[in-house]
């Protein structure tokens, strides 16, 4: 846009400059004039070039498409509520602490104790097993991880935060 208008602005003054070196000068307010609108014109046609859908170019502004990725993520997530400990630990766990991290403001790296003592204070000591990161299973992650109630319950704490 920026050159577009810098290459406008040199078409302009040359325009002016030709018309001055015509030994007839009362044609430079019409060839100035011809010039800018021909510049105008140029960045309107640039202007609404951008403003055109790509084609092939996803839209994400469109409701439903934002619904149904919000719907096949939720899927997701209770699917793996309902799996195994080791897909808990894979995919939720992170997620949840992020979440409690971002909800209660206390920060794991800043003070490992605090973050815990929030933790136990926020969930108890069975749900906050389930959101600690470091409660991690190096084995037994075929056992099954705690459901779709334990899940729902955690976000509803974490909501009230």
């Given amino acids: 846009m920026k050159k577009l208008v810098a290459v406008g602005f040199c078409v302009v003054l040359g325009a002016e400059l ?14 100035s004039g011809v010039a ?8 309107r046609r640039f202007l609404a070039r951008e403003i055109e859908p790509v084609p092939g170019e996803q ?3 469109d409701p439903g498409k934002s619904l149904r990725r919000w719907l096949s993520r939720t ?28 909800a209660t403001g206390q920060k794991k790296a800043k003070d490992p104790g605090a973050f815990r003592a929030t933790g136990r204070m926020l969930f108890g000591e069975e749900l906050w097993g389930w959101v600690d990161p470091e409660n ?7 056992e099954p991880g705690p459901g779709r109630a334990a899940l729902n319950e955690i976000l509803q704490r974490l909501e009230h935060v």
């Fill in 18 to 31: 030709l018309a001055l070196l015509a030994p007839d000068r009362r044609f430079v307010l019409w060839t």
């Fill in 36 to 43: 800018v609108a021909l510049v105008l014109l140029g960045v």
């Fill in 59 to 61: 839209d994400f502004n």
């Fill in 75 to 102: 899927e997701t997530l209770i699917s793996w509520s309902e799996s195994t400990r080791s897909d808990w630990d894979r995919h939720l766990r992170p997620m949840l602490a992020r979440q409690f991290e971002m």
């Fill in 136 to 142: 991690i299973a190096r084995t037994g992650g075929g």
